[in-house]
T-cell receptor, first 115, second 114 residues
Framework: AQSVTQPDIHITVSEGASLELRCNYS??????LFWYVQSPGQGLQLLLKYFSGDTLVQGIKGFEAEFKRSQSSFNLRKPSVHWSDAAEYFCAVGGASGGSYIPTFGRGTSLIVHP | KAGVTQTPRYLIKTRGQQVTLSCSPI?????VSWYQQTPGQGLQFLFEYFSETQRNKGNFPGRFSGRQFSNSRSEMNVSTLELGDSALYLC?????????????FGPGTRLTVL
């Protein structure tokens, strides 16, 4: 069975500091990996995704993530955090089932940004 | 282009009642998926529809059902509501099925069961 672990429930950073959110997954084959962001009262927005190829993936809003197969990790990074980045971040893993995609989400990491 | 819309945004029901939630996908999108988000269980996949057919279903009891119409709009129904059904229900649409098709999420319907 596929699973995702986001070890950090909350992360607090100062504005302008770098950020790394951790994600570890369990999946039997090459996984499809995603990072989403959810602002209060909003749905999820896709930040980036990895299917294959280059293990360093660039996303929107200045985010990037690196797929490390040996560590079963897909950590999200940003070199300089802005106050508007405060939100809930979800890592998801999934595989294809009959051509569809059934995702499993991590429990989320809440990012708090101090001025 | 308008985003995914969900109605109603907020709903209060009592145990034993049933509820129907509606989702209008982005124009041209033919796939609609539903998710339940709770503090205790996190985000969980409910089901996926494409061309009026349910393609996948998550691990939820039969009280949870859905359907998709010819215009791709989708509804989900929960019968015999339980307190534990209180959650944010998210709908997501995509052009087609498969992980290569980005899912666009609506703002959700907040269901409270008393």
């Amino acid at each position: 069975a596929q699973s995702v672990t986001q070890p950090d429930i909350h992360i607090t950073v100062s504005e302008g500091a770098s950020l790394e959110l951790r994600c570890n997954y369990s999946y039997g084959a090459t996984p499809y990996l995603f990072w989403y962001v959810q602002s209060p009262g909003q749905g999820l927005q896709l930040l980036l995704k990895y299917f294959s190829g280059d293990t360093l993936v660039q996303g929107i809003k200045g985010f990037e993530a690196e797929f490390k197969r040996s560590q079963s990790s897909f950590n999200l990074r940003k070199p300089s955090v802005h106050w508007s980045d405060a939100a809930e971040y979800f890592c998801a893993v999934g595989g294809a089932s009959g051509g569809s995609y059934i995702p499993t989400f991590g429990r989320g990491t809440s990012l708090i940004v101090h001025p | 282009k308008a985003g995914v819309t969900q109605t109603p945004r907020y709903l209060i029901k009592t145990r034993g009642q049933q509820v129907t939630l509606s989702c209008s996908p982005i124009s041209g999108h033919r796939s609609v998926s539903w998710y339940q988000q709770t503090p205790g269980q996190g985000l969980q996949f409910l089901f996926e529809y494409f061309s009026e057919t349910q393609r996948n279903k998550g691990n939820f009891p039969g009280r949870f059902s859905g359907r998709q119409f010819s215009n791709s709009r989708s509804e989900m129904n929960v019968s015999t509501l339980e307190l534990g059904d209180s959650a944010l229900y998210l709908c997501a649409s995509s052009l087609d099925v498969g992980p290569n098709n980005e899912q666009f999420f609506g703002p959700g319907t907040r269901l409270t069961v008393l």
